[in-house]
């Protein structure tokens, strides 16, 4: 198994731009995330996703957009690209049914620069 | 909204010290994870801990369950230069269906 892969690695991108990071998983997990970590801080949830068509917004949705057509993949789309949102995003991946708990399994991060 | 105070914010240390952190939280947790993120790269568990009072062990780490349900902590024996990197708690509440992350303890270890 792959686990979760992320693309790009990284981008810069002018304000106003749209881009969209792509997140897969290989491991037939419900939960995806999306989360994005500013430099010297924690982890921050955008949004998550409990299955192929359900989205619900996390701590920090605004700015960003995301769809769950499958199992598999969770993009997360920036529409108008503002220097807040220079980052680096992480997607994770979970299946709490399998395991006894929810352990999130992450993918490599994309950086984000928006200049 | 719900957060994890994790302490040390940072710790600098020299190779073979022992390293102790915590993460506490204002209200009951059912589950305490341990990730590690090394420099660029994503999150990784390191261990999870499922009950109150379970002391769990993963080589040279060990993480222990608070009783109160309230806390963690995080021990490193005899570190490493490649310990190095930041030091995650999170933790599910009663009930939540999304991880609490903490706000990491970066671990520096000099030879």
């Known amino acids: 198994n792959a686990g979760v892969t992320q693309t790009p690695k990284f981008r810069i991108l002018k304000i106003g731009q749209s881009m969209t990071l792509q997140c897969a998983q290989d491991m037939n997990h419900n939960y995806m995330y999306w989360y994005r970590q500013d430099p010297g801080m924690g982890l921050k949830l955008i949004y998550y996703s409990v299955g192929a068509g359900i989205t619900d917004k996390g701590e920090v949705p605004n700015g960003y957009n995301v769809s769950r057509s499958t199992t598999e993949d969770f993009p997360l789309r920036l529409e108008l690209a503002a220097p807040s949102q220079t980052s680096v995003y992480f997607c994770?991946?979970?299946?709490?049914?399998?395991?006894?708990?929810?352990?999130?399994?992450f993918g490599p991060g994309t950086r984000l620069l928006v200049l | 909204g719900q957060q994890l105070n994790q302490s040390p914010q940072s710790m600098f240390i020299q190779e073979g010290e022992d390293v102790s952190m915590n993460c506490t939280s204002s209200s009951i947790f059912n589950t305490w994870l341990w990730y590690k993120q090394d420099p660029g790269e994503g999150p990784v568990l390191l261990i999870a801990?499922?009950?109150?009072?379970e002391l769990t062990s993963n080589g040279r780490l060990t993480a222990q369950f608070g009783i109160t349900r309230k806390d963690s902590f995080l021990n490193i024996s005899a570190s490493i230069p490649s310990d190095v990197g930041i030091y995650f708690c999170a933790g599910h509440s009663p009930g939540a269906d999304k991880l609490i992350f903490g706000t990491g303890t970066r671990l520096q270890v000099f030879p």
């Open positions: 994770a991946s979970s299946n709490p049914y399998r395991e006894i708990t929810e352990t999130q399994y």
């Open positions: 801990l499922y009950k109150a009072g």
